[in-house]
Nanobody, 124 residues
Framework: QVQLLESGGGSMQAGGSLRLSCAVS????????MGWFRQAPGQEREFVAA????????TYADSLKDRFTISRDGARNTVHLQMNSLKPEDTAVYYC?????????????????WGQGTQVTVSS
C-alpha cells in the first residue's frame, strides 16, 4: 500500500521560503512519477510541479516555475518542494501525489495516491 506523508508547512511572511517534504512508503520513488498540487479555500485543486523517474524530468505550473523547485531524494524515498519568494496567493493546502507510471502529468486525474496535505499560510 502506497502512503504519502507531507510535512514542512506552516505560516510565513511574504518573501520567505519553505521546503515541503513528502515521505513515501510502500513504493520506491524511482519507480513512479510524483507531483505536488495545492488547493486554496473555495478553489479547485491545481497543479504545482511534478518530477519523473530520472529526476531530470520536471515540469511546473507556468506561474510558479521561477520560484518553486521540485526534487527527489532516493536515499530517503522523499520528494521535496522548495518554495521561495512566497506570496499571500500561495496560501493553500499542499498535497503530494504519486501515480502508477513514470510519465509526468499535470492533471489530478492521472495520480492514484494522495497525502493528507500540509497547510501553507503566507501573510502580507
Amino acid at each position: 500500500q502506497v502512503q504519502l506523508l507531507e510535512s514542512g508547512g506552516g505560516s510565513m511572511q511574504a518573501g520567505g521560503s519553505l521546503r515541503l517534504s513528502c515521505a513515501v512508503s510502500g513504493r520506491t520513488i524511482s519507480s513512479t512519477a510524483m507531483g505536488w498540487f495545492r488547493q486554496a479555500p473555495g478553489q479547485e485543486r491545481e497543479f504545482v510541479a511534478a518530477i519523473g523517474k530520472s529526476g531530470d524530468s520536471t515540469t511546473y505550473a507556468d506561474s510558479l516555475k521561477d520560484r518553486f523547485t521540485i526534487s527527489r531524494d532516493g536515499a530517503r524515498n522523499t520528494v521535496h518542494l522548495q518554495m521561495n519568494s512566497l506570496k499571500p496567493e500561495d496560501t493553500a493546502v499542499y498535497y503530494c501525489a504519486a501515480r502508477d507510471g513514470l510519465a509526468v502529468f499535470t492533471s489530478v486525474r492521472y495520480y492514484n495516491y494522495w497525502g493528507q496535505g500540509t497547510q501553507v499560510t503566507v501573510s502580507s
